[in-house]
């Protein structure tokens, strides 16, 4: 009875342990039959798979394991994007998850394989299309002196309907290291769209030393990269030196924790038309260089430097007549370094200065500053609403794509600033967002007030509150309110901005 019992026990160890031998041992032949073989016979005869080393696929004969899974992991690496289809990609991930223990076996990791074969999806026949549709519908009071804040141009009437964005994106894969892309954009307006643009146009490519290269038309957003200003409703809000956009070449390169950035460029609108300056719009007569060192010392804690040099090709003063004064023509220069420190992953702190020598250029102060600082507190920790606090300081003398600007907020009016004044602009930026649980509606509070320090200016203030409800990942409408107090006038001229204007806004936000 004993040697009976015995001899079960070892015939139910060896029933127990045989399937698992089978499916961990990578030398095991694949049965005859298998859909395996099928399935890479297929991906073969579209050039998907190169079969075995030697480039021969040898369907008729048994395969191990463990070269069907080398088979698979160098099918992943060197798939060509535009050969396959969406159903050779399914097969691809069904033959990871059948050698997947084969795989581990091989040190190829099954996460960055699926992570690959989703890139692979995403690329499908070489070309990724995107697009922003923002479709707006603006009831305006027009009490401000006769104005629309809210209007697309310079329309006066008070109801208008058109486009907030209306983007394409599209990129080329050329191959696993080079895209070519570019974004056609239509600025806000409405009727027909005829007057598109491209305001990116480039060429990104990995070179030697794994040193990321770009060229031709570019944008670079060095406060977006830092989390250094927060959006609501898809606007831009407290960014103040975001919109970097030059015809020239850019560099990126990681060095463990320090991480560099360079670029050298041409045509970058730099200087606001208030400043009567010659760089004014696409063409100048200014080379850009630039240079950018971040240090990620934890996750928690990052601190990076920052230089911009405006080297102008003349060195003399120029007056414009149509103006009727000097332009600007003097070389400039920036400097700037910023941070942000996370106590805990529900709350950080951020801030950046800024500090310009403008040289010989018309302008009331000729070493301007600006700086900021945030605070950045999620709905985690407050559980009932997230926070933004933000305030800025900016001499009405520094030069920039947002210089002494209305801040952009949910609504912004086409208000200059005092440009190119003496004096300091302060603002305070305060935005409450609040996530109605796990439902599709969303909500949020803010307010945006600005002292210009100007005799021409007096404080602006904005009041803001609306409701979202995310009817798909890819579409989101939104019902907001706006009322700016323009005070007793902003600006000079009969069609200065005066007393106080709302707005009631539906906006249709549609990315795909």
Known sequence: MKKFMAVLAMVAVVAFAAPALAATNPFMDVPQGHWSYDAVGLLASRGIVSGYPDGAFKGAQPATRYEMASIVARALVTVDAEKASKQDMELLKKLVMEFKDELDALGVKVDS??????????????????????????????DDNGNNSYSFGDTPEKNQFGFAYARLMVTKYIDENTYFFFRARFNDGYGDLDNWFMDRFFVNMKLPGDINFRLGRIYSDWEGDAGLYHSVMGDNEGGLWKDQKYDGFNFQ???????????????????????????YGDNNDFMEYGL???????????????GIFFDNDGDAM???????????????????AYLSYSFTPAIALRGYYYWQDLGDN?????????????LDVKQDLLKFTSLWVQYIEQDNSFIGPRAANQ????????????????????????????????????????YLTTDWDSVDYDDTDQYTIGI????????????????????DGAGTGANAYKGNESVVLFRTAIDF
């Open 362 to 374: 018309p302008v009331y102060e000729d070493s301007p500053m600006a700086w900021s600082a945030m």
């Open 468 to 487: 979202g409800y995310q009817y798909t990942p890819q579409i989101k409408f939104w019902l907001a309110y706006n009322y700016i107090d323009y005070g």
């Open 113 to 142: 394989l699926d992570k690959r074969v989703a890139v692979l999806e995403d690329r499908l026949g070489g070309w990724k299309v995107n697009g922003q549709f923002w479709f707006d519908a603006r009831f305006a009071s027009n």
């Open 253 to 279: 390169k990681s060095f463990g924790m320090l991480d560099a950035e360079l670029l050298i460029g041409r045509n970058f609108n730099i200087l606001d038309s208030n400043y009567g300056s010659s760089t």
């Open 318 to 336: 120029v007056t414009d007549n149509t103006l009727g004064r000097q332009v600007v023509t003097d070389d400039i220069q920036q400097y700037g």
């Open 407 to 446: 801040y952009p907020a949910i609504f912004n009016p086409d208000l200059n600033g005092p440009v190119g004044q003496d004096g300091t602009n302060k603002t305070w930026l305060i935005t409450a967002e609040q996530q109605w649980g796990d439902s599709k509606w969303s909500s949020f509070l803010q």
């Open 292 to 306: 950018k060192l971040q240090a990620n010392f934890s996750e928690n804690f990052y601190l990076g430097v920052q």
